[in-house]
């Protein structure tokens, strides 16, 4: 599969951005979801998942309550909103796939897009 992330950018702190990711080779719905980021300095970190059907998410500590996974099987496409963006949201966010189940460890997910950056200005 290929995954293509986009929607990212420049927001001031308190604002929202929406990413999507678009899956293509095989239907999205083959695969568990999920978003990870990568701020400047540091290592990839895990967000947030969504399981094959989309009833179940799961979110890191950091993000629960603030952003929002889901996913459309009928459009092949993966989304992530973000809402009251902070400074340390900073980082480039990557969408990927999983033929099992979903979870937090990056080494679980085969298939990755290439990222797009948000930055979060203070």
């Known amino acids: 599969a290929q995954l293509v992330e986009s929607g990212g950018g420049f927001v001031q702190a308190g604002g929202s951005v929406s990413l999507s990711c678009a899956v293509s080779g095989r239907t999205v719905s083959n695969y568990a979801m999920a978003w990870f980021r990568q701020a400047p300095g540091k290592e990839r970190e895990f967000v947030t998942w969504i399981n094959r059907s989309g009833v179940t998410t799961y979110y890191s500590d950091s993000t629960k309550g603030r952003f929002i996974i889901s996913r459309d099987n009928a459009k092949n496409t993966l989304n992530l909103q973000m809402n009251s963006l902070r400074p340390e949201d900073t980082a480039v966010y990557y969408c990927?796939?999983?033929?099992?189940?979903?979870?937090?460890?990056?080494?679980?997910?085969?298939?990755w897009g290439q990222g797009t950056q948000v930055t979060v200005s203070s």
């Open positions: 990927a796939a999983s033929n099992s189940y979903p979870t937090s460890r990056e080494r679980d997910y085969r298939y």
